[in-house]
């Protein structure tokens, strides 16, 4: 028995479980083998990288050593520079304007070519110019459609109330006139239209003054909404002294001019 016991393999032992023996193909490998030899794997990895790491760590060390270290008299362009009257601290130049620390070493770690981070740097600040044109173009726009509604907003703001001072104005004169008598407007369309209430009157009326009611109408139809309210409100003020906006007839010229903020809208505004 102790014969048979010293031939089995022990699996525990450190020849049973070395990754250096020759393991031949078609025989299976034993689970705690493969884990052993997978980590040694790992183990051997570990080490390449954190030897690599400590080379440049040391590299950057020995390079920020020398950087920070002042140059001594053993460096012939230092002992020139002393020999032409240069010291310790001073900037260069003749009148001492020029540098005095050393130009800084830029390391390049990457493995593009000389010029590309430039390169990369003016297409950045390129896109980023046209995106902040695009910006302002669509600003300008946004402004001019603005600008735009609130001018035609304005202008159909502007022919409404000249229409509505129109029809006020040409009230007015119908009551004035007829207080004063008069029989026919000064012109046609300083009255508001009134149906008459027999045909035959209308019919006769059409036949004597169809030539001269053509012409007034032709000539309305030829000013604008603003002329023909200026002038009727002109011949409101002068026969009458009434202001439409004031809703007054004052006593006299003189009152008129006095009392009256202006002759437009927009003076009593």
């Known amino acids: 028995m102790a014969a048979a016991s010293d031939e089995e393999d022990d699996y525990m032992s450190a020849a049973f479980i070395s990754t250096e023996q020759d393991i031949r193909p078609g025989i299976p490998i034993a689970r705690r083998v493969q884990e052993a030899y997978q980590k040694e794997q790992k183990h051997k990895e570990a080490n390449l990288k954190n030897r690599q790491k400590s080379l440049k760590e040391e590299e950057k ?9 002042a140059i001594g008299n053993e460096n012939k362009g230092f002992a020139l520079l002393q020999k032409m009257g240069y010291k310790k601290g001073q900037s260069l130049g003749k009148h001492g304007d020029g540098i005095a620390e050393p130009i800084p070493l830029r390391i390049k770690t990457g493995r593009s070519g000389l010029g590309h981070e430039e390169l990369q740097k003016r297409k950045a600040e390129e896109k980023l110019e046209n995106y902040r044109r695009k910006i302002q173009m669509r600003q300008h726009a946004s402004e001019q459609a603005a600008d735009h509604f609130r001018l035609r907003f304005k202008s159909k703001h502007e022919e409404m109330r000249i229409e509505t ?3 006020k104005s040409q009230r007015a004169c119908l009551q004035l006139d007829e207080q004063k008598g008069i029989q026919a407007p000064q012109e046609l369309w300083f009255w508001p239209k009134i149906e008459k209430l027999k045909e035959e009157e209308e019919e006769e009326e059409e036949e004597e003054e169809e030539g001269e009611g053509d012409q007034e109408d032709s000539t309305a139809e030829e000013l604008s909404s ?6 009727l409100t002109a011949y409101l003020r002068e026969k009458y002294f009434y202001c439409i906006w004031c809703g007054t007839a004052y006593e006299d010229e003189d009152d008129l001019a ?6 437009c809208a927009a003076d009593h505004d």
Do not use: T
Not at 258 to 263: A, E, K, M, T, V
């Open 61 to 69: 060390e020995r390079r920020e050593i020398v950087l920070n270290s």
């Open 165 to 167: 001072d129109f029809r």
């Open 226 to 231: 603003l002329e023909m309210l200026q002038a």
């Open 258 to 263: 006095s009392s009256c903020p202006g002759d």
